[in-house]
């Protein structure tokens, strides 16, 4: 099994910037993706960013130029800088990890006009 803890949201007007992070324990994996997700009210859960054991990247297009995912391999953590926010980033941001598709408990962004 593997633990994933974040943390990192909070309230932010539009425009302000916020950092997640996540950090994986437990029988973790060699090499792995991990990544964010987020879930606004009433939709699907979206891809956000992921990023594998080796640094490459896969964005949304709708956060190419605002979000930049990144990793620390020694400490198993993954972190979302998010600037430029906009009101339509609101959502539950959720960690993920592969392999195992394991998720984190997920973290309120609010992003207010």
């Known amino acids: 099994q593997v633990q994933l803890v974040s943390s990192g949201g909070g309230l932010v007007q539009a425009g302000g910037s916020l950092r997640l992070s996540c950090a994986a324990s437990?029988?973790?994996?060699?090499?792995?993706?991990m990544g964010w997700y987020r879930q606004a009210p009433g939709k699907q859960r979206r891809l956000v960013a992921t990023i594998t054991s080796d640094r490459s990247t896969d964005y949304a297009d709708s956060v190419k130029g605002r979000f930049t995912i990144s990793r620390d391999n020694a400490k198993s953590a993954v972190y979302l800088q998010m600037n430029s926010l906009k009101p339509e980033d609101t959502a539950v941001y959720y960690c993920?990890?592969?392999?195992?598709?394991?998720w984190g408990q997920g973290t309120q962004v609010t992003v207010s006009s």
């Open positions: 437990g029988r973790t994996f060699s090499p792995n993706t």
């Open positions: 993920y990890y592969y392999p195992g598709n394991y």
